[in-house]
């Protein structure tokens, strides 16, 4: 069964960074394109970014880009996502999802929590 | 970039069909065959229940169903059960390279 596992996230103050990993399982990880998708504490699902297997392309929503930075590292199976000058907007449950094509996400991970806030 | 409108909130008795819809623009939702729905109950991951505007995956009841007309689209629920109660975003990709949720549409089983 396709496993994803989020980590890294935590409390971080306002303008810090932060650096999410998601460690992926049972799939071929290099074959899949993978996203981050977030949910602010009760409210709705935001996509966040998108990478391509071969990390060739890169798509940002409009309120991460320039401060967010999606990667991947195919030899260890490893979706990440830097974030820097963190807003308390930027407060969330980040979850990383397998692209099953369609751009449908298949498989998510069960996300982590993260905190912007003084 | 704005989301696609969902009703808040949609009810339905056991044994009922409901319908939740899903509004966009013709360049996400009118303008592309990949719509998607998806299921979240409450401090879970979303799961996939519809792609392609009404593929089921594997493992989905035949009980959800997908269509569009226009910049809409719909996901049907029939025979309605208490396990149906959760939320559901719809999801679309949107020209110029990203994708789209929908606000979410909390589904009640009265």
């Known amino acids: 069964e396709v496993q994803l596992v989020e980590s890294g996230g935590g409390l971080v103050q306002p303008g810090g960074s932060l650096r999410l990993s998601c460690a992926a399982s049972?799939?071929?990880?290099?074959?899949?394109?993978m996203n981050w998708v977030r949910q602010a504490p009760g409210k709705g699902l935001e996509w966040v970014s998108y990478?391509?297997?071969?990390?060739?392309?890169?798509w940002y929503a409009d309120s991460v880009k320039g401060r967010f930075t999606i990667s991947r590292d195919n030899a260890k199976s490893s979706l990440y996502l830097q974030m820097n000058s963190l807003r308390a907007e930027d407060t969330a449950v980040y979850y990383c999802?397998?692209?099953?094509?369609?751009?449908?996400?298949?498989?998510w991970g069960r996300g982590t929590l993260v905190t912007v806030s003084s | 970039q704005s989301a696609l409108t969902q009703p808040a909130s949609v009810s339905g008795s056991p044994g009922q069909s409901i319908t939740v819809s899903c509004t966009g623009t013709?360049?996400?939702?009118?303008?592309?065959?990949?719509v998607s729905w998806y299921q979240q109950h409450p401090g879970k991951a979303p799961k996939l229940m519809i792609y392609?505007?009404?593929n089921r995956p594997s493992g989905v009841s035949n009980r959800f169903s997908g269509s569009t007309s226009g910049n809409t689209a719909s996901l049907t629920i029939s025979g309605l059960q208490a396990e149906d109660e959760a939320d559901y975003y719809c999801?679309?990709?949107?020209?110029?390279?990203?994708?789209?949720f929908g606000t979410g549409t909390r589904v009640t089983v009265l």
């Open positions: 999802g397998r692209a099953g094509g369609s751009y449908r996400i298949d498989y």
């Open positions: 049972e799939f071929t990880f290099r074959s899949y394109s």
């Open positions: 990478i391509s297997g071969s990390s060739s392309t890169t």
């Open positions: 013709n360049s996400d939702v009118g303008g592309h065959n990949y």
């Open positions: 392609e505007v009404s």
């Open positions: 999801s679309s990709y949107r020209t110029s390279n990203s994708y789209v």
